[in-house]
């Protein structure tokens, strides 16, 4: 079955780091990838997309690129902030007559002062 | 701003209750999830619909927990009866196709005792 593999967190980061999140995803068939990201006591909100290879999601300086080849959708951010505090989770959503998203188990980061 | 929102936002119950979650998906989305997130298992999904068919319930225990849509604008969980260990934030999201993010509600948040 499809599934949606990502690092394991907490990932802990001082103000202005790099970050990247790796995921990995299996799938039949062509399905579109998300990133999503929680904020605490809130529902788990879009972040950016990408819907076929080679497509480049961005958004508040995140950015992931769908690798059909690797089958990866690796979330990256050159400087992160306070405030990029949150739970990032992958996701895949694949056209199956109805549409199904799995979620992978989330990462969570913390950035520092 | 369109928003999923879902009741109550806090459940405290004794074992062995009925407990109903609500949901009232965004008008005109065709698509509703019913997710159950916890520290160990992360984001499960347990039921999906599409046009008020359920497409998918295989990730919830069938002999305590269904789900329904009554209509177009309303989406119930019931777990009857609950356990300790159905202790979880649950959420509904909606969706209006396959290219598209999720919208997801605030969750329920479900303590049995």
Redesign the interface.
């Known amino acids: 079955g499809n599934s949606v593999t990502q690092m394991e967190g907490p990932v802990t980061l001082s103000e202005e780091a790099f970050l990247t999140i790796n995921c990995t995803y299996t799938a039949t068939g062509y399905p579109s990838l998300f990133w999503y990201v929680q904020y605490p006591g809130e529902g788990l909100q879009l972040l950016l997309k990408a819907t076929k290879a080679d497509d480049k999601g961005s958004n508040k300086g995140f950015e992931a690129t769908y690798r059909k080849e690797t089958t990866s959708f690796h979330l990256e951010k050159g400087s992160v902030q306070v405030s990029d505090s949150a739970v990032y989770f992958c996701a895949l959503t694949e056209n199956t007559g109805g549409f199904k998203t799995i979620f992978g188990a989330g990462t969570r980061l913390f950035v520092k002062a | 701003d369109a928003r ?1 929102t879902q009741t109550p936002r806090h459940k405290v119950t004794e074992m062995g209750q009925e407990v109903t979650m609500r949901c009232q998906p965004i008008l005109g989305h065709n ?1 509703v ?1 019913w ?1 159950r997130q916890t520290m160990m298992q ?2 499960e ?1 347990l039921a ?1 619909f ?1 046009n008020r068919a359920p ?2 319930d295989s990730g919830m225990p069938k002999d305590r927990f269904s789900a329904e849509m009554p209509d177009a604008t309303l989406a119930t969980l019931k777990i009857q009866p609950s356990e300790p260990r159905d202790s979880a934030v649950y ?1 509904c ?1 909606s ?1 209006p ?3 598209s ?2 919208h ?4 329920t948040r479900l303590t049995v005792t």
Do not use: K
């Open positions: 999923v698509t999830f997710y992360g984001l999904l999906y599409r497409l998918d959420f999201a969706g196709d396959y290219n993010p999720l997801f509600g605030n969750g």
